[in-house]
């Protein structure tokens, strides 16, 4: 299985809502990411998980939590998102890094998650 | 603030023609990848190339390095419908972190 799955494709929500993204893999890999891409635009990193340990937050607000149950799966609860917030969120993989090379740090995407703020 | 930027912003070409996407970057690098995006899906891991490299090649891709004027070009060749996407580059200098460049949108007509 070399797929990283991501649920719902869609997603409308107000600005009171609380929804919740989901990502799952089933590869062994370690470190999982969430990025969130307008359009024309490249991806911009919002959280890193090593180990289901949060490693990097790029200074997100607290409106967007993430959480890591476990190594398979990844969440992002959104809160009281603004209309700017919509965006293509991209959940991402990538396997453990070896003990004795440089960390290659490829990645695997979702398809991702077309998110709508009214 | 943007690793990486990317030229040309869009490039159209007609199939069979090769294409040429060029990304520039600021700092130091452990290595450099390409990544394609289909009009609104994930991005897939095309070619991978290490600090130390300089050209390396993969099917009808070609890639170069060099890392002296802190540049990398994307070579597709004999290109087909099927290569319309957005290019990106993406540089690594820690072990956990992407940087994507700007990147390029292709469009090959037939």
């Known amino acids: 299985d070399t797929e990283v799955t991501q649920t719902p494709k869609h997603l409308v929500m107000g600005m009171t809502n609380k929804k919740s993204l989901k990502c799952e893999q089933h590869?062994?890999?370690?470190?999982m990411y969430w990025y969130k891409q307008k359009a024309k635009k490249p991806p911009e990193l919002m959280f890193v998980y090593s180990y289901e340990k949060l490693s990097i937050n790029e200074s997100v607000p607290s409106r967007f939590s993430p959480e890591c149950p476990n190594s398979s799966l990844l969440n992002l609860h959104l809160h009281a998102l603004q209309p700017e917030d919509s965006a293509l969120y991209l959940c991402?993989?990538?396997?453990?890094?070896?003990?004795?090379?440089?960390?290659?740090?490829?990645?695997?995407f979702g398809a991702g998650t077309r998110l709508s703020v009214l | 603030s943007q690793q990486g930027e990317e030229d040309p912003q869009a490039l159209s070409i007609q199939e069979g023609e090769n294409a040429t996407m060029n990304c520039s970057y600021k700092t130091s690098i452990n290595n450099l990848q390409w990544y394609r995006q289909n009009s609104g899906r994930g991005l897939v891991h095309l070619i991978l190339?290490?600090?130390?490299?300089r050209e390396k090649h993969s099917g009808r891709l070609r890639v170069t390095l060099d890392t002296s004027k802190k540049s990398s070009s994307l070579l597709i060749t004999a290109s087909r419908a099927a290569d319309t996407a957005s290019y990106f580059c993406?540089?690594?200098?820690?072990?956990?972190?992407?940087?994507f460049g700007t990147g390029t949108r292709l469009q090959v007509t037939l």
């Open positions: 590869m062994g890999h370690r470190a």
């Open positions: 190339i290490r600090s130390n490299e």
């Open positions: 993406a540089t690594s200098n820690q072990a956990s972190k992407l940087t």
């Open positions: 991402a993989s990538s396997p453990p890094r070896p003990r004795t090379t440089m960390s290659k740090n490829i990645q695997y």
